[in-house]
């Protein structure tokens, strides 16, 4: 008689102990997969640390300049936008740049962190290739472990050369340090959230969004406990981005809130970990809804696209309404402020309050830039998933495919600009009393839908090429352009390639503008269609 001993998988052994196994060898993977991306990445984000003070200095070259900043920043817009003032060192360089470039250098940094997150931990579940890595050595954690430990190498990087570029110029290294350590200990923290979502939720686009969510929130109220209290209120500190900023660098530097965002990062990394034990593979510990075999049948391609995208669209909707609602809340404010300050009231004088209001509504295109642009690139993680290969093994082509994406992702941002269009007009004529305010400023947010549409056949051409990065770098761009082109001084003919930037509505809706940049948008679309059917899919 023969005994055959059966043992246990190699991954479960030796129980606890191997729970880390193959943590190396998966970060290994991640950084070689991320060298290019995230090396774009620590680029850009340190030339603009290099170039920012230079550029400062040129805007604000004397005193009186300075101090008229800061009256526009103590506005409640200036205090969203930016960040808190402590009532010293106001003109100074250093204090200014961390006022006006935290906010921007955080939140790219945090989107950093949680797409990376999502990319190795959720987004590999849902297309498979963990169950691939899992059926070698690997234990349970090593996959969340590896990623979070990849976004603290890249933060580390980011911090080490942020500083290194920013104190080449001359500013304290010290409080240069403690600015870039808030900033990449925000990112870390946000890291780490999009660790604890993706236990939460099945799916990897719910995952990433309701980190980008909780980010957007820690913004939000950030900002509205910034403009109750110039220098921080109480409600700041429900924000983490404020434990950032109450570093107070080139101020007066403390150090004890960067040990709050350690704290609560460790607390939520050992967060994920307890979730992730108790979860199973390919599941999320909040149940996905399952199948509806009652649900109406989807007709088409396009309504496949719109039933994908669906949740995003209605939390982007969500969230460009009540930003709209905020910025057109503050045209009061602005009007206020410009009878005692003289660069305001120039602005009103030439432009009136069309100017702001068109500042305000390129501001919610740019972000609503980054829906549209997902949503085209969705095309590009469906050949990974599976997904575009069930669809093209019907009767579907690949134009057709990639063109109806665009199409879905334009219809999508006819809605995110009516709510933008919406908020920003009831905010603003509630606040000055113009009840015509309401539907010129939801026509102004239409009107961005052709520049819209030109972002998303960017992103479709990038998925043709098979380089996706493309469009993020567009939406890079845009914002970059919006943003911080006049502060960086970059030319004005590459800030006019921005088609954020070159609709001016309500100011002035150029017919031939609009009329080109859909022309641009269809034109890019065929040609990538034309790419994408001529080479392999999955």
Not at 179 to 199: I, K, N, P, R, Y
Not at 465 to 479: D, H, I, K
Not at 500 to 508: F, K, S
Not at 522 to 529: H, K, N, P
Request: aromatic fraction near 6%; include cysteine; glycine fraction near 8%.
């Amino acid at each position: 008689m023969t005994t055959m001993t059966v043992s246990a998988p190699r991954t479960q052994r030796h129980g606890r102990s191997n729970a880390w196994t193959g943590t190396a060898d998966l970060l290994r993977l991640a950084l070689r997969r991320d060298r290019l991306r995230l090396s774009v990445w620590v680029a850009v984000l340190t030339m603009l640390m290099a170039y920012a003070p230079a550029a400062m200095e040129l805007a604000y070259p004397e005193e009186a300049q300075r101090l008229t900043r800061v009256d526009l920043l103590r506005t409640p817009a200036g205090m969203m936008m930016g960040g808190p003032m402590f009532g010293r060192n106001e003109t100074d360089l250093g204090a200014m740049i961390a006022n006006e470039m935290m906010l921007t250098l955080i939140v790219a940094t945090s989107i950093l962190a949680i797409l990376t997150v999502i990319r190795h931990t959720r987004a590999e579940e849902e297309s498979g290739a963990a169950e691939l890595v899992l059926s070698s050595v690997v234990g349970r954690y090593a996959r969340t472990a590896a990623a979070l430990i990849l976004v603290g190498v890249v933060n580390v990087m980011l911090t080490v050369t942020m500083t290194l570029a920013m104190a080449a110029s001359g500013f304290s290294l010290i409080d240069t340090a403690a600015m870039c350590l808030g900033v990449t200990g925000v990112a870390m923290l946000f890291g780490s959230v999009a660790a604890v979502t993706a236990q939460l939720w099945r799916q990897s686009r719910t995952a990433s969004g309701a980190a980008m969510a909780v980010l957007a929130v820690a913004a939000v109220v950030r900002g509205i406990g910034d403009v109750i209290d110039n220098s921080g209120s109480a409600l700041s500190w429900f924000s983490p981005i404020a434990w950032a900023q109450q570093m107070r660098a080139f101020v007066d530097l403390r150090w004890w809130p960067l040990a709050l965002l350690i704290a609560l990062t460790v607390a939520l990394i050992a967060l994920a970990a307890a979730l992730e034990g108790r979860r199973q593979y390919d599941a999320g510990v909040i149940p996905s809804t399952g199948e509806h075999p009652d649900a109406r049948p989807i007709r088409g391609v396009l309504g496949l696209h719109l039933t994908l995208q669906r949740g995003q669209t209605v939390g982007w909707t969500i969230g460009l309404f009540l930003g709209g609602l905020a910025f057109g809340s503050m045209t009061k404010s602005l009007l206020d402020a410009a009878e005692t300050n003289d660069v305001i009231r120039l602005m009103m004088a030439q432009q009136g309050t069309d100017g702001v209001y068109t500042t305000m509504t390129q501001f919610l295109a740019a972000a609503a830039s980054a829906y549209v642009v997902a949503a085209a690139l969705r095309v590009h993680t469906d050949e990974g998933n599976g997904l575009g290969e069930a669809v093209l093994a019907g009767a579907v082509s690949r134009w057709r495919w990639l063109t109806t994406a665009v199409v879905s992702a334009v219809l999508g941002s006819v809605v995110l600009m009516f709510a933008a269009g919406l908020g920003n007009g009831l905010g603003a004529g509630l606040t000055v009393g113009e009840p015509n305010t309401v539907l010129r400023l939801t026509l102004a947010g239409l009107a961005f839908v052709p520049a819209l549409g030109v972002m998303a056949s960017v992103a479709a051409v990038a998925v043709a090429m098979q380089r996706p990065v493309l469009g993020w770098l567009a939406v890079a761009f845009v914002v970059t352009a919006l943003y911080l082109g006049p502060l960086l001084r970059l030319p004005q003919w590459l800030i006019d390639l921005s088609p954020i930037g070159r609709t001016t509505a309500p100011i002035d809706y150029s017919v031939a503008t609009l009329v080109l940049l859909a022309v641009l948008a269809a034109a890019l679309t065929w040609v990538a269609g034309a790419l994408y059917r001529h080479r392999d899919v999955v």
